[in-house]
């Protein structure tokens, strides 16, 4: 009975931020939710959509805050097939926490990786580069150059690069580098490019005769003569 009411409060103060959305009111709300033992309604708020897109991001943010509660409720979720809609997120939140669990999540990014879904497959590429293997760097592969989305493709790039920080393996490096190349030659996405670049350069050590800003502001100018130095580079680094 008494979590019902402490529940109720909560509820009864978001029902007054939503008719006076305060920030300072909102960062309050969102501290003592993450510090309270209300799993399952902090998790609620996520899928809310009466609530302001920031807002819900901000809760999202915070919902690791309740550690392997959290881990716990989202595996639940997914084991029993629930907010089919909102798996993706799960699998993304799960991959920013995922500690005592590690092994269960990692098997469903791997699942969710060849999904029909976009969403799905873009949320389990990013987490497979925080918690991957090596074991994982085919997926990488067949989603860099074949996937049909630019952000899947993108990601894939991104998620070898993010393993390799991890351990920074030349074995690793070897299979991205022979990926990237192929990538390069075949890529015409300028996000894709400038992502596959970015990585060549943080694993290669190099700059590639361009900036990270003109990376990320897709100079296309700039991006096609840094491509030209990429494969040089590739083929250079792959005879070595």
Known sequence: MTDKKEVGLFEDWLKRIVEHPLEAEKRRFIWEVMRSPFVEFHYSLLKDNSLDEQFRRDLMHRFNEHGEKAETLLLSKLDNGEDKDFQADMIFL??????????????????????????ERDRAIIVLGWIGTMEDTHIFENHL?????????????????????????????????????????????????????????EMGKTKLGISQTALDELDTEKIDASKV?????LDKALKS
């Not at 799960?94 to 999540?105: C, D, N, V």
């Not at 130095?229 to 580079?233: E, I, T």
Request: charged share 30%.
């Open 94 to 119: 799960l991959g920013k926490m995922s500690k005592k669990h590690k092994a269960t999540t990692l098997a469903y990014a791997r699942k969710f990786a060849e999904s029909k879904n976009i969403y």
């Open 145 to 201: 150059l074949q996937d049909t989305d630019m952000h899947c493709r993108a990601w894939s790039a991104s998620s070898f690069m993010q393993l390799w920080f991890k351990e920074e393996s030349e074995m690793l490096k070897q299979k991205a580098f022979r990926v990237y190349k192929i990538a390069l030659a075949a890529e015409k996405d300028y996000f894709v490019l400038s992502v596959i670049l970015s990585a060549i350069r």
């Open 229 to 233: 130095k990429a494969l040089r580079f």
